[in-house]
Structures are given as C-alpha cells and as structure tokens.
C-alpha cells in the first residue's frame, strides 16, 4: 500500500494569510489530484497533476508536483473565508488504473 | 454538477443486520467507486467497478459485497454489520478510470451508524 501522508493535520489562519498544505509519499505515483470538501458534501476536485515538476495556477491556488513524482504541495494566495474546508490529496499508483489512495486531508479554516 | 445520488442518505442500523447502499448516476460512466471516510483516515477505497459485472477490491473491502447489475446503479451491501462499519459512505464515479484529465465525481455522501 503506497501511502499518502497530509501535513499539517488542521491550519487555522487569518483573512489575508497564505498558506501551504502538503501531501508526500515515499512512492511514485502516475497522477496527482487535489480536491476541496465542505461538511455534509462529497468531495470536489480542485486541479490533477500528472508531470514531475509541474506546476498549475487557479486564481489564488498554486499547485505543485514534485520532480520525482512523490509529493505535491498546495499553497493559497491572501486566503478568504470561502478557501475554509478540508483539503484532500489522491494519487494513482503506476500500473494501478482505476484505483486511487488519498491522504487524511488538512483542514483548513479560515476566519475573518 | 454530475448526476450522482445515494440512497439512504442517513441510517441508523443494529448490530448483526445487513445493510444496502445505493448509488445512482446519470452520466454513463463506466468506473464507480464506494469509499468510506472516517476521522484521520480521509477516503478509503472498499470497491469498486469498471463496468458491468466487473468489480475489485479496494484497501478495505472485508465484510462488504458489491453487484452492478446496470451501468447506472452500484450497490454496496453489509452482509452483517459491525459497529466499526460506522462511517460516512460515498460513491464516486468517472469516465475513464484514472487518465490525466479524469475526474472523479463524489455523491453526497450516507451517513450509517451501526449501534
């Protein structure tokens, strides 16, 4: 089992902060996503990464795949009350279609 | 949003009973997924299916059972349900399985409690 390990568990910040969730393994994986996921609601996915070193913008969200394939990280620009929510990373092991294994997840919040 | 629904959406069961969940979609997409969430584990993987008839396990199928009969529907059935089979329940569905610009899309989620 490759194992995908969140951190920090829990972020509290101010209206303004930036901040950065990670998500590491000690394996390689073919894709990486992140997704965002609000109490009583199913997961939503936020961008895949699927190119060691790649790097996506979405408006104030910054996402990263590391050169290796191994870890991803999440970092967010002047963060707003709405960027409040739990923070999951999944991955797809190689030769494993179909299947993805996520990280516990960063909560995240976010106050005025 | 993708056309995806479960059913129950809470439960409250007793020890020893079985337990069927559903989960409907309306997108034709070939792979269906049945996750548990609990508390410092995020999303765990129990079953899932890439089409008709064709199921696997995930990381943590022991004491579930899955059928898809239709493309549409996916059930997962406690044969006897456990109390550390309480948890919050999804389905996920997705067109190819996991290509580079797949996207899994989650249903709303069942609450089960098993006292």
């Known amino acids: 089992t490759q194992l995908l390990e969140q951190s920090p568990q829990f972020l509290s910040i101010q209206e303004g902060e930036n901040l950065t969730v990670y998500c590491n393994s000690s394996?390689?994986?073919?894709?990486l996503q992140w997704y965002r996921q609000e109490p009583g609601e199913g997961p939503v996915l936020l961008v895949t990464?699927?190119?060691?070193?790649e790097v996506k913008k979405l408006k104030r969200l910054t996402f990263q795949f590391g050169d290796a394939r191994k870890d991803s990280s999440l970092h967010i620009t002047a963060a707003q009350p709405g960027d409040t929510g739990l923070y999951l990373c999944?991955?797809?092991?190689?030769?494993?279609?179909?299947?993805?294994?996520f990280g516990a997840g960063t909560q995240v919040v976010v106050t005025p | 949003d993708a056309g995806i629904t479960q059913s129950p959406r809470h439960k409250v069961t007793e020890t020893g009973t079985p337990v069927t969940l559903r989960c409907h979609q309306t997108?034709?997409?070939?792979?269906m997924y049945w996750y548990r969430q609990d508390p410092g584990h995020g999303l765990r993987l129990i079953h899932y299916?890439?089409?008709?008839?064709?199921?696997d396990k995930g990381e943590v199928s022991d004491g579930y059972s899955v059928s898809r009969s239709k493309t549409e529907d996916f059930l997962l059935t406690l044969e006897s349900a456990t109390s550390s089979q309480t948890s919050v329940y999804f389905c996920?569905?997705?067109?190819?399985?996991?290509?580079?610009?797949?996207?899994?899309?989650f249903g709303p989620g069942t609450r089960l409690t098993v006292l």
């Open positions: 999944a991955g797809r092991p190689p030769d494993s279609w179909g299947k993805f294994q």
């Open positions: 299916s890439y089409g008709v008839k064709d199921t």
């Open positions: 990464v699927v190119t060691g070193g």
């Open positions: 394996s390689v994986f073919s894709s």
């Open positions: 996920a569905i997705s067109e190819s399985g996991g290509g580079n610009t797949d996207t899994q899309y």
């Open positions: 997108e034709n997409h070939r792979y």
